[in-house]
């Protein structure tokens, strides 16, 4: 590590710095002051109307959602310091804001719903690393003369995740292609993908975990390795392995490509903060499910021993809360409408009539 410190510090000299344009997280809460500040103004009707001062090359069109911010860009007395117009000095931002910066202010808040429903996806992600590998810690593991340490399981995540980027690299993105004649699937199909397989590895884990607690039953508590194969234990991990594959680059891509130019370290932030969630959210569980079901004398679904508990119940729950999330998503992908153009460099070019019809040729 200290010297992968020296390397890195002996290259700042050649790195390219960008003059920086101030916190996105600051301009956010400009745009979203003055629409407040404005709420008892009138929306203006003509987007003419609407102050805008970015060069034309980097303007972003106006949409129509989140329309109350839209009053952050009407002008009125006091918005330039000394009452100059609007051509004499820059505007006080916390006043006025232009249509690109409120577009912005919206781009990012239509990332919101889907950042929100992708947390659970993490959430059912840290069980195959905490209780899959308390699971394997009580199976049969022995292979001739060895015996496959509990916590190395986890490297059937790494197998999931290699199979399945080979296999949507070299077979379903070709056929998706030769077929829809697309590249491949679109970001939001990708985490649709990661999150059914979640809740398949999920419902898969409560039905092995079932499994797994009715040979702990019949062997009795003095057995100290159960009589059941650890391989059981692939398809959940296998799945959730999968499903991780599609989730992290779908994620990653949309935040990066559907977040405004000057933000995307901030959306970069925004997409890591759901791994963080996530597993505090399992953390948070876990603790309510012991609280809950683990009252009095009771051994609770997470019992110390997990022979004891129910563990294929708290499985089940996070099926069931994966399953609908999955609804949520669907409905806050639906919801989305991605800003297409970032400039209008589409133009009317020609008009033509072909077989009694007007074709419109865009470029």
Request: hydrophobic share 45%; glycine share 8%.
């Amino acid at each position: 590590m200290f010297s992968a410190i020296l390397i890195f510090l002996s290259g700042t000299k050649r790195y390219r710095y960008k003059k920086s344009l101030g916190s996105p997280i600051v301009h956010i809460f400009q745009v979203i002051v003055a629409s407040f500040n404005k709420r008892n103004l009138e929306r203006p009707s003509n987007i003419g109307c609407m102050y805008e001062d970015a060069p034309e090359s980097s303007r972003i069109q106006h949409t129509n959602q989140f329309r109350r911010l839209d009053l952050a860009t009407v002008v009125v007395e006091g918005d330039f310091p000394g009452g100059g117009g609007a051509t004499s000095v820059p505007p006080n931002p916390w006043r006025l804001s232009s249509v690109t910066r409120v577009e912005e202010v919206k781009m990012v808040a239509r990332l919101l719903p889907i950042w929100a429903t992708t947390i659970i996806f993490w959430t059912t992600y840290a069980q195959m690393i905490t209780f899959s590998v308390v699971q394997a810690s009580t199976m049969e593991r022995t292979i001739g003369g060895f015996m496959i340490p509990a916590g190395s399981l986890t490297v059937f995540f790494v197998a999931a995740i290699l199979i399945t980027l080979a296999v949507n690299d070299r077979l379903i993105m070709p056929f998706w292609k030769k077929w829809k004649g697309k590249p491949g699937f679109t970001n939001l199909q990708r985490i649709a993908l990661g999150l059914v397989l979640s809740t398949l590895g999920m419902a898969s884990a409560a039905l092995i975990e079932r499994k797994r607690l009715s040979v702990a039953r019949a062997a009795g508590p003095t057995v100290p390795t159960l009589p059941v194969s650890v391989f059981y234990l692939i398809p959940q991990f296998f799945l959730v392995g999968a499903g991780e594959a599609f989730i992290y680059t779908g994620q990653l891509d949309f935040f990066i490509t559907q977040s405004p130019k000057g933000m995307k370290t901030m959306s970069t932030g925004l997409f890591l903060t759901t791994l963080s969630l996530g597993f505090f959210f399992s953390s948070f569980l876990v603790s309510i499910i012991k609280q809950v079901t683990g009252a009095g004398d009771r051994q609770g679904w997470l019992a110390d021993n997990i022979n004891n508990g129910r563990l294929d119940l708290f499985y089940g729950l996070l099926s069931i809360l994966s399953f609908i999330n999955f609804v949520a998503y669907l409905v806050c992908a639906n919801w989305y409408k991605p800003q297409v153009n970032l400039r209008p460099v589409l133009e009317l070019e020609d008009k033509k009539m072909v077989n009694g019809t007007v074709a419109e040729e865009k470029v």
